[in-house]
C-alpha cells in the first residue's frame, strides 16, 4: 500500500522498519522537528527522521499539523492508509480520515488502560503484571478508536521502563505489518474499546522524578524501574562537596526495616515507609550508568548516611 509514517522516538523506527520491509511504498515521513541533544545541544533529527533519510524516504517536519497548508500536502499525497506511531502531536481529523482507508496508531498498551503520553512508564508504576501493544484506527479522541489487533506482553519482576519499550516496539512492528495486510485485504475487524476500566498515562513531569523515601518500598521500586532510564528517578547523596544528584536506575525491594532515606548496610540498602529497597544501577551526576558494586568502590555509602 502507499503509505505515510508519522513518528519521532526509537520506539517508531521499530515499525518503520518493518513496514519497509514488508515492501509497502511510505510516500512520506513526518516527524517531529530537529531538536538540541547531546552534551553539545546540537540540533539533531529524530531516530524516525534519520531511518528515513538514511532509506532515501522524504521527511517532512511540521510545527503543527494543524496548519491548513499541512493537511493539503498531506491530502495531495494520494495515501490508502497512514501509520502513527509516537508521533507527538494531536492530529486533526480532517488529516485522519484523508486516507483512503484510514489511519492506525500503534499504541503501547491494552487499552482503554493508559491512554495518553506514558503508558510504559505507568504501567510498571501501577504494578500491572500484563501490559501489550495494539493497532487501533484514529479517531480525534485521545486513544479512543476502534481496536484492530493486540499483542499481550508480561510485566517482568525486575522490568524497566528502557526493557519493556524494547520488547512492546518489536511486539509492535510485527503487529502493525500483520494489520496492514488485513486492512489491505479487507478482513480486519475493528472493535470499539470497553467504556470500562479507562486509565490515563500523564506525562512524566520533572518535579514528579525525585524520590520520596517516606513512600512505602514497593511504590518506589516500581517508580525507579518505571522512569528508568530517563528521566531517570533521582535522590541527593551528601558529600564532603556538597549534596550531589544520583539516579536510581534499578532496584529490589526488600523486607528490611529502617528510618525512611538511611542507608541500612554499605551496599545500597535503603529504608522507606514500608521495607527497604536495594539500589542495583545507579549513575551519578555528570557521570555514566554503574552497578552498584562498582559505583560504591569511588563513592564508598557506609551505614547510616541520609538520602534526601
Not at 538540541?36 to 532509506?55: D, I, M, T, Y
Not at 505507568?122 to 487501533?136: E, F, L
Not at 488485513?182 to 467504556?195: D, K, L, N, R
Request: charged share 20%; with cysteine; net charge neutral.
Amino acid at each position: 500500500m502507499r503509505l505515510a509514517f508519522l513518528g519521532t522516538p526509537d520506539f517508531a523506527v521499530s515499525a518503520l522498519s518493518a513496514i519497509v520491509a514488508a515492501g509497502h511504498e511510505v510516500a512520506c515521513v513526518y516527524s517531529q522537528p530537529p531538536a538540541p541533544r547531546g552534551r553539545g545541544q546540537e540540533l539533531k533529527p529524530s531516530p524516525v527522521h534519520a531511518f528515513a533519510e538514511a532509506h532515501g524516504i522524504p521527511v517532512r517536519t511540521p510545527v503543527s499539523m494543524r496548519d491548513p497548508a499541512e493537511i493539503e500536502a498531506f491530502a495531495a499525497l494520494g495515501l490508502d492508509a497512514a501509520v502513527v506511531v509516537a508521533f507527538g502531536q494531536i492530529l486533526p481529523g480532517a488529516l485522519l480520515e484523508a486516507p483512503r482507508l484510514g489511519s492506525y496508531n500503534v499504541h503501547a498498551s491494552l487499552l482503554p488502560r493508559w491512554r495518553g503520553a506514558a503508558p510504559i512508564q505507568r504501567a510498571i508504576m501501577a504494578g500491572d503484571k500484563v501490559t501489550g501493544v495494539q493497532v487501533m484506527r484514529m479517531t480525534e479522541g485521545l486513544d479512543e478508536g476502534p481496536v484492530l489487533a493486540t499483542a499481550t506482553v508480561r510485566i517482568d519482576a525486575q522490568e524497566t521502563a528502557a526493557t519493556l519499550h524494547d520488547r512492546l516496539a518489536v511486539a509492535g512492528a510485527e503487529l502493525i505489518v500483520k494489520t496492514l495486510a488485513e486492512i489491505e485485504a479487507g478482513t480486519a475487524v475493528a472493535v470499539p474499546q470497553a467504556e470500562e476500566g479507562v486509565t490515563y498515562a500523564k506525562k512524566i513531569s520533572p518535579k514528579f522524578t525525585r524520590l520520596d523515601w517516606a513512600k512505602d518500598g514497593p511504590t518506589l521500586d516500581r517508580k525507579i524501574r518505571g522512569l528508568s532510564p530517563f528521566p531517570g528517578a533521582w535522590f541527593e547523596l551528601p558529600t564532603e562537596k556538597g549534596p550531589v544528584r544520583v539516579k536510581a536506575l534499578l532496584s529490589a525491594f526488600e523486607d528490611g526495616a529502617g528510618e525512611p532515606g538511611v542507608t541500612l548496610d554499605d551496599r545500597l540498602l535503603v529504608g522507606t515507609g514500608d521495607g527497604a529497597v536495594r539500589l542495583l544501577r545507579v549513575q551519578r551526576e555528570g557521570k555514566g550508568p554503574q552497578d552498584a558494586d562498582v559505583f560504591l568502590r569511588g563513592n564508598p555509602v557506609p551505614k547510616g548516611v541520609r538520602l534526601a
